[in-house]
């Protein structure tokens, strides 16, 4: 636990104390008031003066150290305290640029990747997602951004544009499912490289490639490692198996790995494995932070003032 203003706790705590003691001292003074009484000394020494002397002792000091108690938490919440934690940047600081193969045979797989950012984006805190679709070539939907609603509207305008037909933009070219042209495209998207920010490129193809890119799968690769990009691949569940284990391989070297998605997979499983995947490899350096701790010095000023009241009201009953 740490104190934010640990002076004002202190200078709260001195002025209770000191309003605490005149009202002591004034109280004092006000019971030495009375008339004398002669006799009083054979009073004093009676068994039963000594126990109501000694109750009354502890009553007061019961009621001191509940005062003591309350002053003491009153002065803690003024001081705000926070309970220090560390946590990742990670997660407040990823770009996020979702690369969809939008050539026939990746409808469905596309839609489980937009389904899937789609429940993402509700929940944005620092984190900022591009779309960019691709096939002989690739258009950009949304640049990186955080607003969550109009990445909401995007996505599911996209969604319902994937219905099997020709996206305009997409086949300026010879070709289909150009991988590697549209995966060095979506990595040209990362703006502001002299910022520390994690970037992860979802890459959902089947890497049948038909026609002569000018960019082949390991030169873009190498592209993202240069930049430090992530690459997570996501590939239909029957692709061919060496194909899609050419591609695992490729982006193994950038830190990623690939899914493969079938029809009755739950594209939860899309961003769970994303983010394993990332913290694995882009565990970010810890920073401090803290959060507002106000239950000990609520409980502390409870305690005593509860302690000073329930000693107080005894005193008043005996009397």
Same mark, same amino acid.
């Given at each position: ?6 002076l004002?706790g202190? #200078? ?6 000191a309003?605490?003691?005149? #009202?002591? %001292? ?20 009676l ?9 009354? #002792? ?17 002065a ?13 940047? =990670?997660?407040a ?16 797989? *596309?839609?489980?990747?937009?389904d ?10 620092? =984190? ?8 002989a ?15 909401? =509207? ?5 969604r319902?544009r ?18 590697? *042209?549209g ?21 959902a ?11 082949t ?11 430090g990009?992530l690459?997570?691949g996501?590939?239909?569940? *029957? ?13 193994? #070297?950038?830190?990623?790995?690939t899914?493969p998605?079938?029809a ?7 961003t ?9 490899? %882009? ?21 005593g ?6 000693a ?7 009397r």
């Open positions: 636990m740490a104190l934010t203003q640990p004002a202190l #200078s709260a705590l001195v002025l209770i104390l309003v605490a003691a005149a #009202s002591f %001292l004034v109280a004092t003074r006000r019971d030495r008031g009375g008339a004398p009484v002669a006799g009083t000394g054979a009073l004093r020494a068994p039963r003066f000594h126990q109501l002397a000694r109750r009354r #002792s502890r009553q007061l000091t019961v009621r001191a150290l509940g005062l003591l108690l309350a002053a003491a938490g009153a803690l919440l003024v001081a705000q305290p926070v309970a220090a934690s560390t946590a990742s940047d =990670e997660r600081s990823r770009d996020i640029v979702l690369c969809l193969d939008v050539s026939g045979s990746m409808t469905e797989i *596309d839609r489980g990747v937009i899937a950012y789609l429940r993402l984006a509700a929940d944005l805190d620092g =984190e900022r997602i591009a779309l960019v679709l691709f096939d070539s690739a258009i950009t939907v949304f640049p990186l951004t955080d607003d969550a609603a109009f990445i909401t =509207e995007q996505l599911t305008a996209t319902d994937l219905d099997g037909r020709v996206l305009p933009g997409t086949q300026i070219g010879d070709g289909t499912s150009l991988v590697g *042209d995966l060095a495209s979506c990595l040209q998207r990362f703006d502001v490289p002299e910022q520390n920010r994690s970037r992860t490129l979802v890459l193809t089947d890497n049948q490639v038909a026609g002569a890119p000018l960019f799968l390991e030169q873009a690769v190498g592209l993202a490692v240069e930049q990009v690459v997570y996501i590939v239909p569940a *029957d692709n061919t198996p060496k194909v899609t284990q050419a591609l695992t391989q490729q982006l193994r #070297s950038t830190g990623g790995d899914l998605l079938a009755d997979t739950d594209v939860t499983a899309i769970e494995a994303v983010e394993k995947q990332e913290r694995t490899a %882009l565990a970010g350096p810890p920073r401090a932070r803290g959060e507002a701790l106000l239950w000990p010095g609520a409980v502390t000023m409870l305690v003032a509860t302690l000073a009241g329930a107080w009201l005894a005193g008043r009953r005996r």
